[in-house]
């Protein structure tokens, strides 16, 4: 009797820690030929290599405890491995691509992939000579505008994916009952210049070319990082703000934006840096007026292709502009997008925007740099 109490026991702590053994088994065999890639500074997605298939999420920029979308990467070369998990199948490297915006352009420019871009958006935004050489040639189709796509020239175009940036009322979402894949590149929420850069790894990752991406971030990183130490060392922080009117609105940079980590980063006092905001915030021209009226600099963007604006016809599109301290100083620097392919090029050279801003508020730290995006309006 004394035997069979004993015996029951240890027959039921078998039983269990066998169950136990099981368990973990079937999460080691889970884990098998699992790597995560290294992201930095990205915020707002991740990459995890199998053996079979890669695995990339994109977080819900606005929800980030959310997931936006999930993507199945598989080789092109392969079958279509069994019991995939839930996620929008991409056969890799990808060899027909239409975007939705000209900085996604730059990228597969930058991976020697431009060749893969059969169709743009709003191209009058775009600056690179193969995409113009491509519509003119009719080797490239034109989609209209970002918000209104032409599904027809869409679904001739015959792509493997529809790149574009996120909003949070996406009409893009339709398009996937259509058989569109639609792959959303979120960087533009991200809160730190190089957090969005490291979004090359992103994409890098549908042409199957992650070590190239890897390669080109570091180098980036490194420059970035230098300039950071060199400000480090200044003592002064002039105040700055962005932008201009709108319409009725002025729409500015959250303090937590990217933008304003640039500004941060480059040694100035960003008067919204009390926004904690990652996207841009609308406020009235009073209110904007009663709070950067002394600021010291103004950084502005706007797009011409014929000329460069001076400081003139700024005060012509709105002749309160001459009431700020900025202005009356000569210390407008301006972005001229028309004559130069900052969305195209620059937030895949942080390290060179970031130098420019430095020539503004310090110029005494880089006294030989000439700026390539930011002018002194005269």
Same mark, same amino acid.
């Given at each position: 009797? $004394? ?14 820690? *066998? ?22 500074? /990205?915020?707002?997605? #991740? %990459?995890? =290599? ?18 936006? !979308? ?11 491995? #069994? ?11 990808? #060899?027909?691509? *239409?975007?939705? +915006? +000209?900085?996604? /352009?730059?990228?597969?420019? @930058? ?5 893969? %871009? ?33 599904? !027809? ?7 493997? %994916? ?9 009409? =893009? ?12 590149? *979120? +960087? ?9 850069? &490291? ?13 190239? *991406? ?17 400000? @480090? ?30 500004? /941060? ?14 996207? +841009?915030?609308?406020?009235?021209? &009073?209110?904007?007026? /009663?709070?950067? %009226? ?21 005060? &012509? !599109? ?9 202005? #009356? ?10 004559? $130069? ?20 508020? =310090? ?16």
């Amino acid at each position: 009797m $004394t035997n069979k109490r004993l015996i029951l026991p240890l027959l039921l702590a078998l039983l269990l820690n *066998a169950c136990g053994n099981s368990k973990d088994k079937n999460n080691q065999q889970q884990k098998v030929g699992q790597t995560a890639a290294n992201i930095n500074y /990205a915020k707002g997605f #991740k %990459i995890e =290599h199998y053996d079979d298939y890669t695995k990339v999420v994109v977080r819900n920029p606005w929800d980030t405890t959310q997931t936006l !979308e999930t993507y199945i990467l598989v080789d092109r070369n392969k079958d279509t491995p #069994k019991n995939l998990p839930q996620g929008s199948i991409v056969r890799i490297p990808v #060899k027909r691509v *239409a975007t939705c +915006s +000209s900085i996604f /352009a730059g990228e597969y420019k @930058q991976f020697g992939d431009i060749d893969k %871009i059969v169709a743009v958006s709003e191209p009058e935004y775009v600056d690179i000579p193969e995409i113009k050489q491509g519509l003119k040639d009719g080797t490239i189709s034109d989609l209209g505008m970002t918000v209104t796509l032409n599904t !027809e020239k869409l679904l001739a175009a015959k792509t493997d %994916i529809l790149v574009i940036s996120p909003f949070e009322e996406s009409m =893009h979402d339709r398009l996937k009952k259509m058989g569109v894949v639609v792959v959303k590149d *979120a +960087s533009y929420m991200e809160n730190s210049p190089l957090g969005r850069t &490291e979004w090359i790894k992103f994409e890098a990752t549908f042409l199957g070319k992650d070590s190239l *991406a890897n390669d080109i971030f570091a180098k980036i990183e490194k420059r970035y990082l230098d300039i950071c130490k060199k400000v @480090q060392k200044t003592t002064t922080r002039p105040t700055v703000f962005t932008e201009k009117k709108f319409g009725d609105t002025w729409y500015t940079a959250g303090g937590n934006s990217y933008m304003g980590r640039f500004m /941060a980063d480059a040694g100035a006092n960003y008067l919204w840096s009390d926004l904690k905001n990652s996207g +841009s915030v609308p406020f009235t021209f &009073e209110k904007v007026f /009663a709070k950067v %009226i002394n600021a010291d600099f103004w950084l502005i963007k706007y797009n011409n292709t014929q000329f460069d604006i001076t400081l003139k016809q700024l005060s &012509e !599109e709105y002749d309160l502009y001459k009431n700020f301290a900025a202005f #009356k100083n000569k210390q407008v620097f301006a972005v001229n997008s028309g004559r $130069t392919a900052f969305y195209e090029e620059g937030p895949l050279e942080p390290d060179v925007v970031l130098s420019d801003m430095v020539k503004i508020f =310090h110029p005494e730290i880089l006294p030989n740099y000439k700026p390539k995006y930011y002018f002194q309006l005269n």
